[in-house]
């Protein structure tokens, strides 16, 4: 029997009960398989298989995923583990300091939820990606039961969307998990307390949690590109796990290139750029335009993915002998499109950004370690009960190099140095501080302090919840790479 395509309509079985379109008549035609002049299937036909709707096919589908052992327990996953990791980390007196907001997890319970996107990001949202979106295709090619949903569906629209919808509805779900149990824990655990944001400035709690769940949602941009990658993985590969791995190999190779010299504009172009951005709500004012930026380029991916998925699985031959073939062209089909996108979109992106290079400059360095020695100035003086002083009265500025000023002072590497200075109101005197800064190619840094001891060494402050570290020995910080103060 001949392998069945997805163009093609279902034919009912003739009276001597063969196998459909077997039995032709004398004059070619398919007994109860005759198609109207429009080219709809015949009234005998819809008779006799009634078309699922959409909704009914999605329902269908979801059930399909939900009944799937591995969902199942990574839905439950997504909703406990985040918990147990922040109630049990938040519990240990060493913190994992290298990671954004991780060395404030004592201090309010939103740093947890943080630092448990900051990990999604990373490694857990690509991996779900890839078992939920890149195995919804394969799994009927590997199970050999395209044939029966064929035959019930009869619409290759409708099928598609089913899986696509029931794929992220179950991203979705996974997502406000991760979301939902870190936050709960810390806040439990910890307390709503104010949070320290990247520029050293304080975050009420109220304000904290707005802008906690906004990231948590930005995020669901790059994982919908993900999973537009999935579905098109799917369709591509069929039986191979080369289906399964694309996102996750996406995923993994963008990380790669962020860490990378790249220009901004080619940065920002990526979606996963957005799994990054998101640290830019945490500063004051919020860095909106590299969230922005990547949001908007991830939908793109997103949507043309998807299309491409699509088009491609539409088109799809599913005779046996014929897939392979298939697969090669869908292969140029595919791809190609998702490399010339990301051409088009480093065009597009630079004209917007108009920065050149890597957006991190001297200047940009020292205002941002200004800008957050001040505020944590004022936190430290609250601590240590010395009088109030504010920022304008500080007026704190920095002088940033590289190398020592061998070096030109600009992009990412760990050979910053900078000598911060501030004057107290009443005073002549002139303090100064001095930072060695890690600063990465997305913008962000760490900064450590090197002297003199009393201001940013390290020792430990006593204060109404416990002792503290001293909050001007190292921070966290980030330089906004589209701006355009040079």
């Known amino acids: 029997m001949t392998g069945i395509s997805i163009r093609s309509s279902v034919a009912t079985r003739s009276a001597s009960g063969g196998e459909p379109g077997a039995t032709r008549s004398a004059s070619g035609e398919e007994p109860g398989a005759t198609r109207s002049a429009s080219g709809g299937e015949s009234d005998a036909t819809r008779s006799a298989f009634p078309s699922a709707s959409t909704a009914r096919v999605y329902r269908f589908e979801l059930t399909k995923l939900l009944s799937q ?8 996953a997504c909703w406990i583990a985040p918990a147990l990791f922040v109630a049990g980390v938040s519990q240990q007196s060493s913190l994992p300091v290298d990671t954004l907001f991780g060395r404030w997890m004592h201090d309010t319970g939103w740093a947890g939820a943080l630092v448990t996107l900051g990990f999604s990001g990373t490694w857990a949202l690509p991996l779900l ?23 019930a569906v009869r619409s290759p629209r409708r099928i598609f969307a089913a899986k696509a919808l029931s794929s992220l509805t179950v991203l979705v779900a996974m997502v406000a998990g991760l979301a939902v149990s870190s ?9 709503n307390n104010p949070l320290i944001g990247l520029d050293g400035h304080t975050l009420s ?6 802008r906690v769940a906004l990231a948590w949602l930005c995020v669901l941009a790059p994982t919908l590109a993900l999973a537009g990658l999935g579905l098109l993985g799917s369709v591509l590969f069929g039986r191979s796990p080369m289906g399964l791995l694309l996102p996750a190999v996406v995923a993994f ?4 290139a962020q860490l990378l010299p790249l220009p901004v504009a080619v940065r920002l172009a990526l979606p996963g750029s957005a799994f990054l951005s998101w640290n830019g709500l945490f500063t004051e004012p919020a860095q909106l335009g590299p969230i922005l930026t990547g949001v908007v380029v991830s939908i793109v991916w997103a949507l043309v993915a998807t299309t491409l998925a699509y088009v491609v699985f539409a088109r ?14 869908a292969i140029t089909v595919g791809l190609v499109p998702i490399a010339a996108l990301l051409v088009v979109g480093t065009l597009a992106v630079a004209p917007y950004s108009s920065i050149s290079g890597s957006g991190i400059t001297q200047h940009k360095v ?13 936190v430290q003086a609250t601590q240590l009960h010395y009088p109030a002083v504010t920022e304008a009265q500080l007026r704190t500025s920095a002088s940033c190099n590289r190398g020592g000023g061998t070096i030109t002072p600009e992009g990412a590497g760990n050979d910053w140095r900078c000598v911060v200075s501030w004057r107290l ?9 001095i930072y060695q800064l890690d600063l990465h190619p997305d913008g962000r840094f760490m900064a450590d302090g090197d002297g003199p001891k009393q201001v940013n060494g390290y020792f430990l402050v006593h204060t109404a919840d416990g002792d503290v570290p001293n909050p001007l020995w190292q921070f966290d910080a980030n330089v906004d790479l589209l701006s355009t103060h040079s």
């Open 183 to 191: 936050s709960a824990a810390g806040v439990l655990v910890v307390g």
């Open 129 to 151: 990606t890839s078992v939920v979106a890149g195995d919804v295709f394969t799994s009927e090619d590997r199970l050999g039961t395209w044939r029966h949903l064929l035959v």
């Open 425 to 433: 109101p009443g005073s002549t005197a002139v303090g100064q501080a």
């Open 205 to 210: 709690a109220g304000e904290a949690s707005s």
């Open 253 to 256: 190779a963008m990380q790669l």
């Open 316 to 329: 799809r031959d599913f005779s046996g002998t014929g897939h392979d073939t298939a697969g090669r062209r």
């Open 69 to 76: 052992w591995r969902i199942r327990i990574l839905v439950a």
């Open 366 to 378: 020292n205002r941002s370690v200004a800008t957050a020695f001040a505020h944590l100035y004022r």
